[in-house]
């Protein structure tokens, strides 16, 4: 009889802790799937994504090179062709 009643007990309590646990994990399953997703596929290349847009990736004066991932420096341009005559 004495084991009876504390397995009865023993499953009240599991029964009220799992209700418990539900109960708190419900608002945090809720806001999690309400968090905004961010995203960089809407920047365009050379760009990341910041809280209000996209900014360049590479500070000033370089560029993203999209094959090794490193910022490297702008060539300088060409020189002007001279004139043969």
């Not at 365009?44 to 209000?52: R, S």
């Amino acid at each position: 009889m004495f084991r009876e009643l504390r397995s009865r007990t023993v499953r009240r309590y599991l029964g009220a802790a799992a209700i418990a646990v539900a109960a708190g994990a419900a608002p945090l399953a809720a806001s999690a799937a309400t968090a905004p997703v961010t995203s960089n596929a809407q920047c365009p290349p050379g760009q990341t994504g910041v809280i209000y847009g996209c900014s360049p990736f590479c500070v000033p004066g370089k560029f993203l090179d999209t094959q090794t991932g490193l910022c490297m420096p702008i060539a300088p341009p060409p020189p002007a062709p001279t004139s043969r005559y």
